[in-house]
């Protein structure tokens, strides 16, 4: 490259200059100094203290930290990976958990029952304010623990609970406990895979309840690899393997976590070869990855649905005709290839693939495009003449958003403006107060791989992310039932007259499904992703 | 002399407290829902909602929460951010970068600008006025939002002079590039402001003065006219401070730098009102010591000015 | 943008007492300007622009299709397309007017804003000087993010385009700078000979501060605005990237730009259209600004 080394010198003299004038730098940190361990770029955590990261960057940390109870198998089906076993009474209300003997926590302390009896207690009790609390919801107990705040917003402020202890979990023996929950759910193992079950050693808690000052910054796990110093906060966390781990043992030897701030950036670091795996490469970069990666540049499947909602309580969208057309006016094909560049696939169904009792395109002829037809339906049920799309600025949707109103103006020869707002937040705070805000975009990545994990927050009448405010009890019933069928399977048969429902009523527009967009340097072979956006970390390795 | 400096000194503290109450009241303004911002799309549970309000005091008035707060400050405390960290630590960590970011764009930018504004201004209208008029120009008309990641494309990924991105410990190669483009945030400025103070300069009785007694033309420039000329830039310098600082929420986002400007765009983004307002009171500071050293320039520079 | 300038020092016809009035010299001087002439026109071609844009184009900005996406110039599309496959050129057009309105009222704002609190701080020094550089101080204080996003989206109804937001946002957050410049020439002109000279000759402090120091101070703050307005034209897209920017289906360079950069990689046209019609427009209303003020500097004749 001309010119490349005058240039170079310059800069380095200038800043040799600078050294001198007493404008002293720090050292930059040689993380690739032993050859079997990669750099995985991240957003900072929000939290490392498991009932507390709900975030992909904290969740994506823990893993490799703690040992989870179950995974899943390429079916989507829980495996046992640190219980021994997880077995349902008859009804499906009380749950044994029996753990693997012989694990240990990263400072020698044996795991037992306890520990995971006292970080689930921690995470479930309302004044801690764990954003994961409400994965324990189902166990009995939980309501005792999170008194309602009598009223609201109000100035009066809700009881201080009576227990700090969920009554449904019971210490058996060391290596056994039961779990009572409050209904029956024959899918409840399924659940207990997110990282919120992990355990707590007895070192987290300076009192019973109480995690000790400092902890969260050295924490101590299960797993395969345990922490090296601290969790130095918006630069690294460093992970280094556990000698003689009980369980599978990696392929590496350590992980730099390194924090991003901005996708973008870390693309950057991925080319130049300071980063081994990009976990999420934004759209932006997409058009040149395959040039700059070749086939380093990857795409699998996880759980991400993208649709938008429709303000059914307003007049002009109560007719499902109207919503049919406006779905059939986009040309989700063309949004996915152009916007997308092929990383995001067409969604012609109300739950993801990724999930059992997925059928694929249920939704039919509604969600493809045929704008003549949509025309003709719209101008018969008088669709209305504007129609705007609200979407959160800080979320990266402003160019579909834009794209699918451009559709729609062609298709149905209205008017669609896309409407930003600063945050997510704001969005939803105008979509539950009602305010004429038209369609929202809206999305949603799962807890755990069930249908009913799709169903029920985005369409059921109080799910917590039905912001839309479509209701139907028909849907609320068979949700229920399904819930509480004896078998998973039985439970499948429900859930899927539920989504019929949707495939009549439209109350929102499938769009597409997301995929993980990775990629990774020339140091490192065998990296998959999975459905919960996680690398598999026993899987990957160097090339030596 | 003496007097003056305390009695701006007296001056700074209230600057200060007012300073402070203006970006609380703005981060209270600007509060929709800080509890959601801490749980992504996912909807925050309500028990989980009620349980933050009262740890962070946000069902509380403005003024109670101000009072809150001040308490605090006063005592030493800076009050954990929302997500849980010591703000005092939060704070350690983020200025030494920053400062350095800060003080190598202000050194590049007074650099470039001084001596370009003043060969501009020797020779106006001529070949290198007009070109230093649109360089100038072409750098106004990109946003910092577009030309620190061009800079980087550019620059790093694929010329690889200098470093994508850095990190907490960056060394002064690594800031390089991030203080560059800080730097053209205010060269613009600096550079025009220069050129019309030599140009004004150039112009005034004491230079013909000067020349009229025989004083070699690179003297009178170089020792007279610039002393003069200075004293626009000198102020512009201390308000650069602050378009610096707004320029570097970009740049150390762009450059992944774990700066002050990255922390202050976090804060806002999840309505952290301790975390900024304790960010932006150590900024308060600094700006008012800058700008009572301008001031304080102003009586060097220009012995016709004084202060009593 | 030399508005104030202008304004004042017309008022005084005869300040040095020549039988030619100032306004009238610097006439006689402007016409024989190549550079006034150039910049005139350029800037009565960008008038033009933002409000007949239609003479300039018979296409709809707001008709895009993705099949065009990033395609080259054709026939009608002479700039090509962006990445929506809007019409670069079409927009470019229409982005004019949101563009010159946000960024020569919030200009006139600042200096408007910026001229009072300088001048008074500066002539007045004490406490005036103390009171006035004090709130400047607070204003300086605050982070431009922030008061971005806490004024332009508190100030932006649903409805409208957010053009009134915006300018006032930027006019609120971008005096200071005016006003420390302003104050600091006002204080370096005060102690010169002449002004000393009209005090004991006994003018009034209204004449002074209008005739003798307002004039010879304005050459940095005028400076000053005119990179302001192209700062501002800039800081738009700065806004709309914070998403308190304009809403709607509004269209400006700031839009343009900030939407084109992501892509720059893969087509740079989208990118470089609106930016060269942004320096051109700056580099106008620049070239504009110090043609008039070397006309009406006394100093110059």
Redesign the interface.
């Known amino acids: 490259?001309p010119g490349?080394r005058p240039?170079?010198m310059a800069?380095?003299a200038?800043?040799i200059s600078?050294?001198v004038a007493g404008?002293g730098?720090?050292?930059?940190?040689d993380a690739s100094a032993n050859s079997n361990t990669i750099v995985i770029g991240i957003a900072e955590p929000?939290?490392l203290l498991p009932t507390n990261a709900?975030?992909d960057s904290g969740s994506q940390v823990l893993s490799s930290l703690f040992y989870p109870l179950v995974n899943f198998n390429s079916q989507q089906e829980p495996v046992e990976v640190a219980a021994e076993s997880i077995t349902p009474d008859k009804a499906n209300r009380v749950w044994t958990i029996k753990l693997k003997p012989g694990f240990t926590f990263h400072n020698g302390e044996p795991v037992t029952a306890q520990n995971y009896i006292d970080a689930w207690n921690y995470g479930a009790y309302?004044?801690?304010?764990?954003?994961g609390?409400?994965f324990f919801?189902r166990i009995d107990g939980y309501a005792e623990m999170?008194?309602?705040?009598p009223d609201?917003?109000g100035?009066q402020?809700?009881p201080t609970p009576k227990t700090n202890e969920l009554s449904g979990l019971e210490k058996v023996n060391d290596l056994t406990f039961t779990v009572k929950l409050s209904a029956p759910f024959s899918s409840f193992e399924s659940v207990l895979a997110y990282s919120v079950f992990h355990p707590l050693p007895k070192a987290a808690f300076s009192a019973p309840g109480v995690i000790a000052e400092g902890f969260?910054d050295q924490i101590i796990g299960n797993g395969p690899f345990k922490l090296k110093g601290k969790w130095?906060?918006?630069?690294?966390v460093v992970v280094e393997k556990v000698s003689d781990f009980k369980g599978q043992v990696p392929k590496i030897d350590g992980i730099t976590w390194k924090?991003?701030?901005?996708e973008?950036?870390?693309y950057?670091?991925l080319?130049?070869g300071?980063v081994d795996v990009q976990m999420n490469i934004p759209i932006?970069?997409l058009?040149?990855a395959s040039a700059d990666l070749g086939t380093r540049f990857q795409m699998s499947e996880n759980s991400g649905f993208d649709f938008i909602g429709f303000p059914t309580y307003e007049s002009e969208f109560s007719k499902p005709e109207v919503r049919k057309a406006i779905s059939m006016a986009i040309?989700r094909e063309?949004?996915s290839d152009?916007?997308f560049l092929g990383s995001r696939i067409p969604a012609k169904s109300f739950v993801s693939p990724v999930v059992r009792g997925y059928r694929e395109n249920i939704c039919g002829e509604a969600c493809e495009y045929n704008p003549v037809e949509a025309k003709r339906l719209y101008d018969k049920n008088g669709g209305p003449e504007e129609i705007k799309i609200t979407y959160?600025?800080?979320?990266g949707h402003?160019?579909w958003v834009?794209?699918t109103c451009?559709?729609i103006?062609?298709s149905l020869g209205v008017n669609c403006?896309?409407?930003?707002?600063?945050?997510?937040?704001?969005l939803?705070?105008k979509a539950r107060a009602h305010?004429?805000?038209g369609l929202i975009r809206?999305?949603?990545i799962m807890d755990y791989p069930l249908m009913e994990n799709y169903l029920g927050?985005l369409y059921s009448t109080n799910g917590?992310?039905n912001h839309y405010g479509w209701s139907n009890s028909n849907f609320d019933r068979l949700l229920k039932q399904g819930a509480q069928a004896p078998t998973p399977e039985a439970a499948i048969k429900k859930w899927q007259q539920a989504e019929d429902i949707l495939v009549q009523e439209m109350p929102v527009i499938p769009l597409r499904f997301m995929q993980n967009v990775y990629g990774y340097s020339e140091k490192v072979q065998n990296v998959e992703m999975d459905l919960f956006k996680k690398v598999d970390l026993y899987e990957i390795e160097t090339i030596a | 002399m003496f007097r003056y400096i305390v009695r701006r000194l007296l001056q700074m503290i209230l600057t200060f407290f007012g300073a402070t109450f203006v970006v609380f009241a703005l981060m209270f303004a600007n509060q929709d829902d800080p509890i959601q911002a801490l749980v992504g799309e996912k909807t925050a549970s309500d028990s989980l909602r009620a349980a933050l309000t009262e740890r962070y005091h946000l069902d509380e008035g403005f003024l109670t929460q101000y009072w809150y707060y001040m308490k605090g400050l006063l005592t030493g405390d800076l009050g954990k951010s929302l997500t849980g960290r010591d703000i005092s630590e939060m704070l350690a960590d983020a200025w030494p970068v920053t400062i350095r970011l800060a003080i190598l764009a202000i050194l590049i930018a007074a650099a470039i600008a001084v001596t370009t504004g003043v060969y501009a201004g020797i020779r106006r209208g001529g070949l290198f006025d007009n070109g230093t008029l649109l360089m100038t120009l072409l750098l106004l008309a990109m946003p910092i939002v577009v030309l620190a990641p061009l800079a980087q494309l550019v620059f790093a990924m694929e010329l690889r002079w200098f470093p994508a991105t850095t990190t907490k410990n960056a060394t002064l190669y690594e800031l390089l590039l991030p203080a560059l483009v800080l730097a053209t945030t205010v060269i613009a400025t600096q550079l025009r402001v220069t050129r019309t103070s030599v140009v004004e300069n150039l112009r005034a009785d004491y230079v013909r003065t000067a020349r009229a007694k025989g004083l070699a033309p690179r003297r009178v420039t170089w020792v007279h006219v610039l002393r003069n000329s200075l004293i626009p830039v000198v102020t512009l310098i201390g308000v650069d401070l602050g378009v610096l600082m707004s320029g570097a929420i970009v740049t150390e986002e762009v450059f992944n730098i774990p700066g002050v400007g990255f922390n202050l765009a976090r804060g806002i983004r999840t309505e952290d009102g301790p975390l900024v307002v304790g960010f932006v009171s150590v900024l308060v500071i600094i700006f008012l010591i800058v700008n009572l050293a301008v001031d304080l320039l102003y009586a060097a520079l220009d012995p016709r000015i004084r202060y009593e | 943008m030399s508005d104030p300038n202008l304004i004042t020092v017309a008022e005084a016809p005869d300040v040095s007492g020549r039988s030619r009035s100032l306004a009238g010299d610097a006439w006689a001087d402007l016409r024989r300007n190549k550079i006034f002439w150039v910049s005139a026109v350029l800037v009565v071609v960008i008038l033009l622009m933002a409000f007949l844009p239609s003479l300039f184009t018979s296409a709809d900005p707001g008709a895009c299709a993705l099949s065009n996406k990033h395609k080259g110039p054709t026939g009608s599309a002479i700039f090509g397309y962006d990445f929506q496959g809007c019409d670069v050129f079409a927009r470019t057009i229409y982005g004019t007017r949101a563009s010159i309105e946000v960024g020569v009222l919030s200009t006139l704002m600042a200096g408007v804003l910026g001229l009072v609190f300088g001048l008074s701080a500066g002539y007045f020094g004490g406490t005036t000087d103390a009171v006035l550089s004090r709130l400047t101080d607070i204003m300086l204080g605050v982070p431009f993010l922030l008061g971005a996003v806490v004024f332009s989206g508190r100030l932006s109804g649903s409805e409208d385009d957010g053009v009134w937001a915006v300018t006032l946002t930027l006019g609120v957050l971008t005096w200071t700078s005016a006003a420390r410049v302003m104050r600091s020439s006002v204080i370096a002109v005060k102690s010169q000979d002449y002004v000393a000279a009209g005090r004991m000759l006994g003018a009034s402090p209204g004449r002074l501060m209008f005739r003798h120091i307002l004039p010879n101070s304005m050459a940095s703050f005028i400076v000053v605005l005119t990179i302001l307005l192209g700062t501002n034209i800039a800081a738009e897209a700065t806004l709309s990237y914070l998403g308190v920017g304009l809403k709607g289906d509004a269209v400006s360079w700031g839009l343009q730009i900030a939407e084109a950069q992501d892509y720059a990689r893969i087509a740079a046209h989208p990118l470089i259209w609106p930016s060269i019609f942004l320096a051109a427009t700056v580099l106008a209303f620049i070239m504009l600004g110090d043609a008039i003020r070397d006309a009406f500097d006394p100093k110059l004749r």
């Open positions: 490259m490349k240039w170079k800069a380095g200038a800043a600078l050294l404008c730098g720090g050292d930059s940190d929000e939290h709900t975030d309302g004044p801690n304010a764990q954003t609390g409400y919801e999170n008194p309602l705040d609201k917003d100035p402020k809700p969260e130095e906060h918006d630069n690294e924090i991003y701030q901005d973008q950036t870390q950057a670091d080319v130049s300071n932006e970069a058009s040149k040309n063309e949004i152009q916007i959160n600025v800080d979320g402003k160019a834009d794209a451009n559709q103006k062609a403006t896309g409407s930003p707002e600063p945050k997510f937040s704001v939803q705070q305010e004429p805000i809206l999305g949603w927050p917590s992310s």
